[in-house]
């Protein structure tokens, strides 16, 4: 069974500030892997999506990587913004469509 | 307007009672899941669906029941609502032809009493 952890659970750092995101999964066998963005009280935004065969994406600020040998992504930010304070969620889609995700890392940036 | 939209947004309700979650879909697509969220327990997957007459079980099934009613629309039910099915839910579609990049509703926050 896949099972995704983020670390850490939670982080707060100041406004500029670059920084990452953690994600690791236990079966390789991986189609891809999506980053999603959750604001309170709000739905899931896709940020970025690595298909297996890739080793990153990247979107203005935000630049995803991806080793899928050793179950491991790493989200990173550049430049933090107050802007992007948020939950930000790992999923990894293995057989038939079905995504598995970590339990997120909630982001605070000071201004 | 949203391409994703999911009723009610919020719902309170008794032991017992049964209730509908509705979700309806602009973007075309073919592919529809449902989503509970709760604390420390990250989203896991409910039901879902890859066309009208294909519906599959998801991680945590039992409980809830779905309909696909038109390519767009997807509802879950909870026959007989029960305390632990407090949560929040989320309904999100996909294409293949776009890298099954998944695209979610606003969700529906219940609250079994």
């Known amino acids: 069974k896949q099972e995704v952890t983020q670390i850490p659970a939670a982080l707060s750092v100041p406004e500029g500030e670059n920084l990452v995101l953690n994600c690791s999964f236990t079966d390789s066998a991986i189609y891809n892997l999506q980053w999603f963005r959750q604001d309170p009280g709000k739905g899931l935004t896709s940020l970025l999506l690595i298909q297996s065969s890739q080793r990153e994406q990247t979107s203005g600020r935000l630049n995803a990587s991806l080793d899928k040998s050793s179950g491991r992504s790493t989200l990173y930010i550049a430049a933090s913004q107050p802007g992007d304070s948020a939950t930000y969620l790992c999923a990894v889609e293995t057989s038939g469509s079905r995504l598995t995700f970590g339990e997120g890392t909630q982001l605070t940036v000071n201004p | 307007d949203a391409d994703v939209t999911q009723t009610p947004r919020n719902r309170i309700t008794k032991t017992g009672k049964r209730i509908m979650l509705e979700c309806s879909q602009t973007k075309g697509h073919d592919r529809m899941y449902w989503y509970r969220q709760d604390p420390g327990l990250g989203l896991r997957l409910i039901y879902y669906?890859?066309?009208?007459?294909?519906?599959n079980k998801g991680e945590i099934s039992d409980g809830y029941s779905v309909s696909r009613q038109a390519q767009a629309k997807f509802s879950l039910s909870l026959e007989s609502a029960i305390p632990n099915q407090t949560a929040l839910y989320f309904c999100?579609?996909?294409?293949?032809?776009?890298?099954?990049?998944?695209?979610f509703g606003p969700g529906t926050r219940l609250l079994v009493l």
């Open positions: 999100a579609t996909s294409d293949p032809r776009d890298y099954e990049t998944q695209y």
């Open positions: 669906s890859f066309d009208v007459k294909d519906i």
